[in-house]
């Protein structure tokens, strides 16, 4: 839609203007302001997709020679003078003769059954109050078969997709897919069959590995039972050590004793 990419054109303008219309114009498109945003250095207005479009293009600068752009909301006496402008449709060399108000004006062109429309198929400028129809009808556009999937204009179906040209196609299909899975099926087959084939030969090596792991297991069990009989053996000699040294202690503190109750009998 026009007014979204630029201002709006002056001869659009229905109907006498009560202020000066300079006043409301872009300073870079010098169109009608659209949606409108302002800079807050210099309070000039412009429309935003013009101002976007400059700053970057010219590293934020102000298209006023201001420093720095700074975004601020268009002054409210701009925007309501806007307002109070009314626009004919830009679709008006179409056949629209309707006259809309500035705030209603982009919905209107959204929805205007005089927009023209490019036909998908022969590429044709159709209104939009006509395209549907034209959508239905025309020959140039090109359809899918839903049950052959074959791709064809509408205006060539009757040599180019016929009934039989149909079937033929579903059945080329059906063969393909057949040797597609008929392949498939062979490798999946020959795939269970090599594993198959490699099963005596795992089933062996785990036999293999089980006895090792038995054998290994023994071996374990040997060494730690010789591994128990040395260490109760050290055990023992460090008990009988224990009470050698218990008993020698013993009979030392005995004589001890008797010595010390024979000195004090004699005293």
């Known amino acids: 839609m026009e007014t979204v990419h630029l201002g709006l054109p002056v001869e659009r303008?229905?109907?006498a203007c009560e202020f000066e219309i300079n006043d409301l114009k872009c300073n870079i498109c010098k169109n009608v302001l659209w949606q409108p945003i302002a800079c807050k250095n210099c309070e000039i207005a412009f429309c935003s997709t013009c101002i976007n479009?400059?700053?970057a293009e010219n590293s934020g600068i102000c298209r006023?020679?201001?420093r720095e752009f700074v975004q601020r909301q268009c002054p409210r006496l701009i925007?309501?003078?806007l307002s109070r402008l009314h626009f004919k449709c830009e679709n008006s060399p179409h056949g629209c003769e309707q006259v809309i108000p500035y705030d209603d004006l982009e919905k209107h062109e959204l929805e205007c059954q005089y927009k023209p429309l490019e036909c998908r198929?022969?590429?044709?400028?159709?209104l939009k109050m006509n395209y549907t129809e034209h959508d239905n009808s025309c020959e140039e556009i090109e359809l899918t078969c839903p049950e052959c999937n074959m791709t064809y204009k509408r205006g060539?179906?009757?040599t180019v997709h016929t009934e039989i040209i149909c079937l033929k196609e579903q059945l080329r299909q059906l063969r393909k897919d057949f040797e597609s899975n008929k392949q498939q099926t062979?490798?999946?087959i020959q795939q269970v069959t090599e594993k198959m084939q490699q099963l005596p030969e795992a089933?062996?090596?785990l036999q293999q590995t089980s006895e090792t792991n038995k054998q290994q297991a023994s071996e374990e069990i040997q060494r730690l039972q010789q591994s128990f009989e040395v260490y109760k053996q050290q055990t023992g000699d460090e008990i009988h050590q224990i009470q050698q040294t218990f008993q020698t202690n013993k009979e030392k503190s005995n004589n001890g004793v008797e010595h010390v109750i024979k000195r004090l009998e004699r005293e």
């Not at 198929?121 to 159709?126: K, M, P, S």
């Open 203 to 205: 089933i062996q090596q």
């Open 53 to 55: 479009q400059w700053l």
């Open 156 to 158: 060539e179906a009757a």
């Open 64 to 66: 006023n020679d201001c």
């Open 121 to 126: 198929g022969c590429h044709a400028t159709v």
């Open 186 to 188: 062979g490798q999946e």
């Open 13 to 15: 303008i229905d109907g």
């Open 79 to 81: 925007i309501q003078q």
